[in-house]
């Protein structure tokens, strides 16, 4: 069975983006049944150039994807959540709408926080540095994300693995 991830930013363009790209791109190549998907708490409506190039630079498919609200996964036909993850301080400190995972239960919660690359120093070229910078932390993440046993772990041991992961 398919173990959903939704990773969380305030408006879904970058951060939570490279995030979905990482975690689908690693959970392929690795033959693992995960699916990430990604949205935002206040869309922009668009992804940010920079991460999308970052993305594509590392090999990532990106068809489909698109900046969109968190309010996508929370009515009928929403996929079954296991786990979401908030990757922007912003994102963590609000108050999530309900998410559904498997048999109804609630999806476990952990906070994965990363500065926006947006703001990186350094004009163009310091931005494009900070975006493949922050790829490569969130696909590490995501790495040691796919190497847990995600269909046979308890929900509290679960929930200390992944924030183990969020705290190294």
Not at 95 to 106: A, D, E, K, T, Y
Request: with cysteine; net charge neutral.
């Amino acid at each position: 069975m398919t173990v959903h991830v939704l990773i969380l930013c305030t408006h879904n363009s970058a951060r939570s983006v490279l995030a979905e790209g990482m975690l689908n791109h690693w959970a392929a190549r690795l033959g693992k049944d995960v699916r990430a998907h990604s949205a935002g708490s206040a869309p922009s409506g668009r992804l940010n150039p920079l991460a999308l190039e970052a993305l594509h630079n590392a090999g990532v498919d990106t068809a489909g994807y698109r900046s969109k609200s968190w309010d996508e996964f929370t009515g009928d036909g929403a996929p079954p959540l296991a786990i979401v993850i908030t990757v922007c301080d912003s994102a963590a400190a609000e108050q999530c709408p309900v998410f559904f995972g498997g048999s109804g239960r609630q999806p476990l919660k952990v906070h994965w926080g990363y500065p926006d690359p947006s703001n990186a120093d350094g004009g163009d070229a310091g931005k494009r540095r900070a975006f493949e910078l922050t790829r490569q932390a969130l696909g590490y993440r995501m790495l040691q994300l796919l190497a847990l046993p995600l269909e046979t772990m308890e929900p509290a041991a679960l929930r200390e693995a992944l924030a183990e992961i969020g705290r190294n």
